[in-house]
């Protein structure tokens, strides 16, 4: 068994600076045998050991875009639907003056081919050489590129997007300088990630608890290896304000049950638990639009 906190180097905490941390649980998740850990800080977000080594586990290959959610049409359409209505959402009230997009992360890019359908100037980067290649296959303006080889000059974009990127990257102030340098003055940044407080997470628990600790694969659906950070809705504010952008909206959301499976019993499932989640202001997605100060 690898000691998978022994590589641990100095930490704060990215959004309160604090270097206190705590085991959130008393057992290591894994991840081809590899062990890691979720720690929680004072403020009340979680972090895995990857995120104290300052690096990511290698995981993005072709079987990363593989799975059934990337392969469902219907499914990838749903969750297209859903982040594209925040995203409209927030320029509703927080008009932007040109009409250039970047989305990173873009993946095989369907919210770039949704982006350009609506209107907008839209192009992708994206680590992941396959997931380029398919969408440059279907004519998308993708390149393959990592954050550090995005320019950090010359405002172009009125708007740039990442969504579910923030939690999987190892240094998260590095996307927010790099929009900083390539957002127009009056641009916006809009980005989803992942809560640490929703009651989803807090049924995984239940159910370890109950199960005296046999039932861990609820748990390992959540805290999944390419995710380092998980924010409260105030720590995901706080992180923003120490890097001087001011928040424009700030929503709780679910991704729809149906872009999630394709069963129909799961989906019933999900959207009941959602419906608590919304209600009691405990989803597993925070989506926020912001803007350099
Ligand atoms: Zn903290």
């Known amino acids: 068994m690898i000691d998978s906190t022994s590589?641990?180097?100095?930490?704060?905490?990215?959004?309160?600076?604090?270097?206190?941390?705590?085991?959130?649980?008393?057992?290591?998740?894994?991840?081809?045998?590899?062990p890691f850990d979720i720690f929680r800080c004072i403020c009340g977000m979680l972090y895995s050991s990857y995120a104290l080594r300052h690096e990511a586990p290698d995981i993005y290959d072709l079987n990363y875009y593989n799975s059934e959610r990337y392969r469902?049409?219907?499914?990838?359409?749903?969750y297209i639907q859903h982040i594209?209505?925040?995203?409209?959402?927030?320029?509703?009230?927080?008009?932007?003056?040109g009409r250039k997009l970047l989305d990173i992360g873009c993946a095989t890019g369907d919210f770039v081919s949704w982006?350009?359908?609506a209107g907008w100037e839209a192009e992708g980067v994206d680590i992941s050489e396959d997931a380029v290649a398919e969408g440059c296959a279907r004519g998308l303006p993708l390149r393959q590129q990592d954050l550090t080889g995005l320019p950090t000059e010359g405002h172009r974009y009125d708007v740039v997007t990442a969504w579910d990127l923030?939690?999987?990257?190892?240094?998260?102030?590095?996307?927010?300088?790099?929009?900083?340098?390539i957002l127009t003055p009056q641009g916006v940044l809009v980005l989803k990630t992942v809560s640490s407080e929703s009651i989803i997470e807090s049924l995984a628990r239940?159910?370890?608890?109950?199960?005296?600790?046999?039932?861990?694969?609820?748990?390992?659906?959540?805290?999944?290896?390419?995710?380092?950070?998980?924010?409260?809705?105030?720590?995901l504010q706080q992180f923003l304000h120490r890097h001087?952008?001011?928040?424009?909206?700030?929503?709780?959301?679910?991704?729809?049950?149906?872009?999630?499976?394709?069963?129909?019993?799961?989906?019933?499932?999900?959207?009941?638990?959602?419906?608590?989640?919304?209600r009691l202001a405990r989803c597993y997605e925070l989506v926020v639009a912001c803007r350099p100060k």
């Not at 641990?8 to 959130?24: A, L």
């Open 7 to 34: 590589a641990v180097i100095p930490w704060h905490c990215p959004s309160c600076s604090r270097p206190h941390q705590q085991r959130q649980f008393d057992f290591s998740l894994s991840w081809k045998d590899t």
């Open 115 to 117: 982006a350009s359908a």
């Open 72 to 78: 469902n049409t219907n499914a990838r359409q749903a």
């Open 244 to 278: 001087q952008w001011e928040i424009l909206l700030l929503n709780q959301a679910d991704t729809p049950s149906s872009a999630l499976s394709s069963s129909r019993i799961t989906q019933l499932g999900l959207d009941t638990v959602f419906s608590v989640q919304k």
């Open 84 to 97: 594209a209505a925040h995203m409209e959402q927030a320029l509703t009230n927080h008009p932007v003056a």
């Open 166 to 181: 923030l939690e999987h990257l190892p240094d998260m102030s590095l996307l927010l300088s790099v929009a900083r340098s």
């Open 206 to 235: 239940l159910l370890l608890r109950a199960s005296a600790g046999r039932l861990q694969t609820p748990l390992q659906r959540i805290y999944v290896p390419g995710h380092l950070y998980y924010f409260t809705p105030q720590a």
